[in-house]
């Protein structure tokens, strides 16, 4: 099957709104959806962006806007008070699961962006994260231990690079055979380009 | 007739691609739209923005992105060298056509826009500018005269500081009774929008 690359950061707005539909576009297309979670920080440090929530007249109006995109596509969304973090502790425990199974690490990314979007949890809080992972039969002592093994922190370190190194400043940011789509309000043209290369 | 605000710089790719799409959605929502061209610099210095283009690794991109929007609405489109520039001439001159004529004015913003994106005319140039509006019969004597006039260049002055007092941080923007969209890809938004208040 052909690949679209996924990559966000679990504290982005548009990053959870791009999730919420990135499993239809992929069966509408016949893709396997490789998720990469990453820090759009460490991308922000390079292109001398900020949180849009952060900028001056632009954060007043993205807010307005994230609201109206989430609703607009059905999925419920709040803007957390405690916003943004630095999803360190998802991304580490989501690569953890993904080595063994890419399917629940999956599920997983849905229930970390829900869990904060949706449902007022701080995953800023790694035993919050923990607790997500336990409700899939996950042990808590492994993925605790995951999350803090250098193995994983350095894996999470490499995926950041490899994204900025293929130019994903944004989240989302998606790459399919290398053409890349930024942004939730890219998906539509993403699946044009798609089925036009089919 | 209700009324649509659109908000752009003459310099602006995504503001051209917008003003190529506005009649037909103006058409199908039976909606007045008043033309109302400004200089997103003025608003850049207050939120800490550059042209896209100039930003570190994203200016890569959204060239990319630019070339992919235009070529999939169909409009003519390429990135001058000379680029960005500031558009005070046409503002000048389309605020002083559109004192006496706002269609008229509106074709003219067309062939300013077409010029400098389309067919590579020098915009930045104020005699350019001049001989575009010659072409729908204007004196260039008497639009010479308006633009260098301080009538024009402090209405223009005030339609900028009305711009950011309202949040049009960028280009193209719209409102809909005071509802904000930022960006050409805001569009289908802006008539669902539109629609549902109908």
């Known amino acids: 099957m052909p690949e679209l690359d996924f990559y966000f950061d679990f504290s982005s707005p548009y990053g959870y709104l791009a999730s919420e539909r990135v499993d239809a ?3 509408r297309c016949g893709l396997s959806v490789y998720w990469r979670p990453f820090l759009i920080g460490t991308a922000f440090k390079q292109t ?3 949180p849009l929530t952060e900028q001056p007249i632009r954060g007043d109006y993205f807010r307005h806007d994230m609201d109206r995109c989430a609703r607009l596509q059905g999925t419920p969304f709040k803007l957390p008070e405690k916003f943004p973090y630095a999803a360190v502790a998802p991304c580490r425990a989501f690569y953890w699961i993904n080595s063994f199974d890419p399917k629940l690490a999956q599920k997983f990314a849905h229930d970390v962006y829900r869990g904060y979007f949706a449902d007022g949890l ?3 809080n790694p035993e919050t994260v923990i607790a997500t992972a336990t409700r899939h039969g996950i042990d808590a002592g492994r993925i605790r231990h995951a999350m803090t093994d250098p193995k994983w922190k350095q894996h999470l370190r490499e995926v950041n690079e490899q994204a900025i190194e293929r130019g994903a400043f944004g989240s989302p940011f998606f790459f399919y055979k ?3 789509f930024f942004g939730n309000d890219r998906m539509d043209q993403l699946e044009l380009w798609i089925k036009s290369q089919a």
Chains 1, 2 share one sequence.
């Open 48 to 50: 001398g962006q900020s």
């Open 178 to 180: 290398n053409e890349p």
């Open 122 to 124: 701080d995953m800023s």
């Open 25 to 27: 576009l992929a069966e």
